[in-house]
């Protein structure tokens, strides 16, 4: 049940003893819901929220279910939605791509579809850009994690969700067709996956 060997050499060169103390703080709510669910051996849901569900949310989505497989929490299940919904952008299933992922296109249009492999038996992730309460996420008992800083002023209330935390990342939108697009989205989703990796190895520490 092994996640797949480009994401085991991905991880491995993750830098998790480099979360600052200020990120750790704003890492904590999450580790402790987490925690909690575990000890009373509830389901983990974990609905990351941006404001397209474009980019930072899905690398979110992805790299947490794969840190909760690294780190053998059970019953962790993930997802990802939007204030709107756009579309998965390209740059994002490319980046997961080098990273160690296999992605398909299911579905092609406005709002493509995807699936994204990360261990060789488990169901793959499916990808696509949705509101966060579109009906293939949870209706109740979830962790809303706001992932971009405009989602989470135009938010104040998640219906259904348990627990509220913000978590921001910059958006690597902001390289969208320049030189360093490319580097920046690996950098961002790096980051994402060192945070979220530090997450899950303090549930059981």
């Not at 406005?110 to 169901?123: F, L, M, Q, R, T």
Request: proline share 5%.
């Amino acid at each position: 049940m092994a996640l797949l060997n480009p994401i085991q050499t991905t991880i491995a060169g993750l830098p998790l003893e480099s979360v600052t103390t200020e990120r750790k703080k704003t890492l904590q709510p999450l580790i402790d819901f987490i925690k909690s669910k575990v000890n009373t051996q509830e389901d983990i849901r974990i609905n990351f929220i941006c404001t397209h569900n474009s980019r930072r949310s899905h690398l979110s989505q992805v790299w947490a279910q794969v840190m909760a497989k690294h780190f053998n929490i059970k019953n962790v299940f993930c997802y990802s939605g939007g204030t709107e919904a756009t579309a998965l952008f390209p740059m994002v299933a490319k980046t997961l791509s080098n990273q160690g992922f296999q992605i398909k296109t299911l579905s092609e249009g406005n709002n493509p579809v995807y699936s994204i492999k990360y261990a060789e038996n488990e169901h793959p992730i499916i990808g696509f850009s949705k509101t966060y309460d579109d009906a293939f996420n949870p209706e109740s008992a979830f962790a809303a994690v706001m992932t971009c800083s405009q989602a989470d002023g135009g938010c104040p209330f998640i219906a259904g969700a348990e627990r509220r935390v913000s978590i921001t990342f910059e958006d690597p939108k902001a390289f969208d067709n320049t030189p360093e697009q490319a580097e920046k989205y690996s950098e961002r989703s790096l980051q994402i996956a060192t945070e979220l990796g530090y997450v899950f190895s303090q549930i059981n520490s």
